[in-house]
């Protein structure tokens, strides 16, 4: 894949006769332009996050389907085929480039493409599905003859004790090493005899995801190599700003400006700081207020939210300023914190507007000791988790909700659970960014507040 300034892109031609999902064995030979390679990449995430966040509530398999359906349209769709289908190549070959540089992020690519492969193949027809297992190579064989005359019971005991019907004569099975489709195994929804599972031919989607997984997961070592040993250094200029930029990227709404329901000033910030704030900017607060001071990271953090929920510049001079020199003296705050707190407001330096942080940044951010920012689902201990959240009214059950989400590694949804408890509503959307919590929780306080009399 070269990618050049800005030119038409041409079209592969074996892409423009063969339109399916492709397998991602080797990196497209095209061109691609800069701007595409970023655009397609982030139409990708979107499509990635919609699976995440449904594989994260629930959603059983059929509802995966659809959703998968709908992402994809939404985010995919080209009315030109071959166009479309050079578009997910692409777009997965750039993501693969910026989720391979850590265990982390591969670990989350890896699940969300399987997903993703996995609820496209089951909306193919067979004919399209039975294509892509011959495009895999896999050398299993149709058991015919008399193998299967001898299996033909235990196989429809198999299909009974799963509540459907009897296999039909023309049902096809595969013979294959058992450790090869292990969810099958798992859930006892093949026969097993000598080694070798009888996966029928509807089960195929099995059989391939563990193929595709395998695959993508070997090809993220390699992309990780070939990263690290010439890629970055070689596109430092170009490619490697986006490409790391790309794994913190946040979709929504940047929360740079006020909105109605974003104005907040010194009088009323610590009562809205605790009906409103979501825990880790409630935390951030309460240690500024405890300990009068703040590392860097966390006055970054906390700074940013604050004039993304419409703190003006002079009212966070003034809240940073009565803090601080309790501690520092008004000198040294003068010489060493003010400058930040207007460079954060676009007042200093290059004069550039700063945006608050997504959650996703703050999750993937590494606090240190005595630091106080980063995200508390992920980076508390269990004990001051439940604590936290016992101090926000959470029930025992609701709180359980929570801690099995922070398990699961599923922190915006911890969160969004946290939301949901906290104001008795749901948040369909989820929660991605602390200033949309903020927002959300306020519209709800508001709409319960009595009008003034008049
Ligand atoms: Fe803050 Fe987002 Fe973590 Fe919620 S999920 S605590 S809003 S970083």
């Not at 195994?185 to 031919?201: D, E, M, N, T």
Request: hydrophobic content about 35%; overall charge positive; glycine content about 6%.
């Amino acid at each position: 894949m070269e990618v050049i300034r800005s030119q038409k892109r041409t079209p592969s031609n074996d892409t423009v006769s063969n339109p399916k999902i492709p397998l991602y064995l080797t990196a497209p030979q095209m061109e691609v332009r800069l701007e595409e390679f970023e655009l397609f990449a982030i139409d990708r995430l979107r499509v990635l996050k919609g699976v995440s966040d449904g594989l994260a509530r629930g959603r059983n398999p059929k509802e995966m389907d659809d959703l998968v359906d709908t992402l994809w349209k939404e985010h995919m769709r080209d009315p030109d085929a071959s166009l479309m289908f050079n578009k997910d190549i692409i777009s997965h070959f750039v993501l693969r480039l910026v989720y391979c540089r850590s265990d982390e992020l591969k670990k989350w690519f890896l699940s969300m493409e399987t997903a993703l492969f996995r609820h496209r193949f089951r909306l193919q027809n067979f004919e399209a599905q039975r294509a892509i297992v011959g495009e895999f190579g896999l050398p299993y064989k149709a058991v015919t003859g008399a193998e299967l005359e001898g299996l033909k019971e235990r196989l429809g005991q198999v299909v009974r004790s799963l509540g459907q019907i009897s296999p039909t004569v023309e049902a096809i099975y595969y013979k294959v090493p058992f450790e090869e489709v292990p969810d099958l195994v798992a859930s006892r929804r093949v026969l097993i005899q000598k080694g070798y599972a009888f996966v029928a031919g509807s089960q195929l989607v099995s059989l391939v995801v563990t193929q595709f997984r395998s695959h993508i997961s070997k090809a993220l070592i390699l992309t990780n190599r070939k990263w690290t040993t010439t890629i970055r250094e070689r596109e430092k200029d170009r490619l490697t700003p986006i490409v790391e930029a790309l794994s913190t990227s946040y979709l929504g709404p940047d929360y740079s400006q006020s909105t109605e329901y974003a104005e907040i000033s010194l009088k009323d910030i610590d009562q809205v700081a605790k009906s409103s704030f979501p825990l880790c900017m409630r935390h951030l607060f309460e240690k500024v207020r405890e300990d009068h001071h703040l590392k860097h990271g966390g006055r970054m953090q906390l700074g940013l939210f604050l004039k993304g929920v419409g703190l003006k510049l002079d009212d966070a001079l003034a809240f940073w300023r009565a803090e601080f020199t309790k501690k520092v003296g008004s000198e040294r705050f003068d010489k060493e914190y003010a400058y930040s707190i207007r460079h954060n407001y676009g007042k200093e330096g290059k004069r550039t507007d700063y945006t608050p942080y997504a959650c996703q940044k703050i999750i993937l951010s590494a606090p240190g000791a005595g630091d106080h920012h980063g995200c508390p689902y992920r980076h508390f201990s269990e004990d001051n988790l439940r604590a936290a959240l016992g101090r926000m009214g959470l029930s025992s059950r609701g709180m359980e909700g929570v801690m099995d989400q922070v398990r699961n590694k599923h922190y915006q949804l911890a969160c969004t659970m946290t939301f949901e408890a906290v104001y008795g509503t749901s948040c369909d959307a989820g929660i991605n960014h602390p200033n949309q919590y903020f927002e959300e929780s306020q519209k709800i306080l508001k709409s319960k507040t009595p009008p003034a009399p008049v």
